[in-house]
T-cell receptor, first 112, second 119 residues
Framework: GENVEQHPSTLSVQEGDSAVIKCTYS??????FPWYKQELGKRPQLIID?????GEKKDQRIAVTLNKTAKHFSLHITETQPEDSAVYFC???????????FGRGTSLIVHP | GAVVSQHPSRVICKSGTSVKIECRSL??????MFWYRQFPKQSLMLMAT?????????EQGVEKDKFLINHASLTLSTLTVTSAHPEDSSFYIC???????????????FGPGTRLTVL
């Protein structure tokens, strides 16, 4: 089955800095890569996703890149703000009727 | 995005009792629902996949007789934790799955979660 590795487990940055979270996956059949943000005690919320026919996708301060050859994808947050503090999960899915496999999560702390 | 509700949001019970958690997709029909368990500062661990009208598929290590799942309709799945013990205390999250418009992948929509505390 799919195996998703996520790094780092904890990331601490100053407000205004950029943050990068990296994930690797094992199943070359995976073609859908969502990223979720989970605030303490709340549900995971989809913040951005990318499909295998796209190398990069951007939405305001958030961007995701995908390298299918190397089987890795990354989340980039620019101009971080304290409200960006949360746990971020990457996931990979073979698509169709398959469900995503989640990474272990990255706790992002943005210091004012 | 689609709306998934979960009830109750938190429950405290005594050891040995059973607790039922409901998961509803409010504005779409979900042929598949998923139940996750999340311990503090850890990732989402899939417990089981629930398909409407059929038996749930449990992940390895999850006791099907302890975590009873029923998916009686396209909008409702229930998880019953039977004879709960303190080690069952956790955050339980359901999600409902529907195909994207181009049918190329499954979108997942999460419920708000249920905080279970077993005394």
């Amino acid at each position: 089955g799919e195996n998703v590795e996520q790094h780092p487990s904890t990331l601490s940055v100053q407000e205004g800095d950029s943050a990068v979270i990296k994930c690797t996956y094992s199943d070359s059949a995976s073609n859908y890569f969502p990223w979720y943000k989970q605030e303490l005690g709340k549900r995971p919320q989809l913040i951005i996703d990318i499909r295998s026919n796209v190398g990069e996708k951007k939405d305001q301060r958030i961007a995701v890149t995908l390298n299918k050859t190397a089987k890795h994808f990354s989340l980039h947050i620019t101009e971080t703000q304290p409200e960006d503090s949360a746990v971020y999960f990457c996931a990979a899915s073979p698509g169709g009727s398959y469900i995503p496999t989640f990474g272990r999560g990255t706790s992002l702390i943005v210091h004012p | 995005g689609a709306v998934v509700s979960q009830h109750p949001s938190r429950v405290i019970c005594k050891s040995g009792t059973s607790v039922k958690i409901e998961c509803r997709s409010l504005d779409f029909q979900a042929t598949t629902m998923f139940w996750y368990r999340q311990f503090p500062k850890q990732s989402l661990m899939l417990m089981a996949t629930s398909n409407e009208g059929s038996k749930a598929t449990y992940e390895q290590g999850v006791e099907k007789d302890k975590f009873l799942i029923n998916h009686a309709s396209l909008t409702l799945s229930t998880l019953t934790v039977t004879s709960a013990h303190p080690e069952d205390s956790s955050f339980y999250i359901c999600s409902a799955s529907g195909l994207a418009a181009d049918h190329s992948y499954n979108e997942q929509f999460f419920g708000p979660g249920t905080r279970l505390t077993v005394l």
